[in-house]
């Protein structure tokens, strides 16, 4: 099994936490973290497909010691008891302010080289589920496929403004996972045509599925 599925964590397998100060923020305890009640079944499904599946995820909050090493570990092994199905955790705990320059915080690809070297992964057969610029920049990066899981209207109006695309949008990780299913089936334009709720970048519904997202 060398082809891996890279899944963001904060935003794709679990809700962000929001505060009207800190903004958006990572879990910081167990007690914040709300995983999406589709996260497991889609895991399943991506794991029937024969991916590893891997977490990589920035936790600059270890830097800055808003977040535990403890509490971060604790977080780690509720989502894996909850969703087994998932292989490993890889975290950048970095942040240049705190740590100077690392090579993994993403846009950098450094935390999917790791885990390709270590659990013999071949990037290019390998797709990065993600919901931010950074996920998309640092798969391109290792030339893993990309596919956004979020369909926020400022995240589409900034990938227009940077040229920086996915190559697939879904709608959330369930929605990815049955994009998944058929790109392994070499079904995507099918899916693309006969899905509603996504279609591929250039796809002449695009400009109207951006409207109304
Ligand atoms: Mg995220
Ligand atoms: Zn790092």
Redesign the pocket.
């Known amino acids: 099994m060398n082809k891996a599925i890279f899944l963001d964590r904060d935003g794709v397998v679990n809700k962000p936490c929001y505060h009207d100060e800190l903004g958006i923020y990572s879990p910081r305890t167990v007690d914040e973290l709300i995983i999406f009640p589709y996260a497991k079944e889609a895991c399943r499904q991506l794991k029937k497909l024969g991916y590893q599946l891997i977490v990589v995820s920035n936790q600059p909050g270890v830097a800055f010691g808003t977040i535990r090493e403890e509490d971060l570990a604790e977080i780690t092994a509720r989502i894996q008891s909850e969703i087994p199905e998932i292989d490993a955790f890889y975290y ?3 942040h240049p302010a705190h740590t100077g320059e ?4 993403k846009p950098k690809d ?1 935390l999917f080289r790791q885990a390709a070297e270590k659990r013999g992964v071949n990037l290019s057969a390998s797709i990065m589920i993600g919901d931010n610029l950074s996920d998309i920049l640092a798969a391109k990066g290792c030339a893993c496929t990309i596919l956004l899981a979020d369909t926020r209207i400022d995240l589409l109006s900034i990938m227009e403004a940077k040229k920086v695309f996915p190559d697939y949008i879904a709608k959330d990780l369930s929605h990815a996972a049955s994009i998944v299913q058929d790109i392994n089936q070499n079904n995507n334009e099918e899916h693309t045509s006969r899905c509603d709720r996504c279609w591929r970048l250039g796809h002449p519904h695009a400009a109207d599925v951006r409207k109304n997202s």
């Not at 690392?102 to 915080?105: F, K, Q, T």
């Open positions: 950048c705990r970095h690392c090579d993994c915080r450094g």
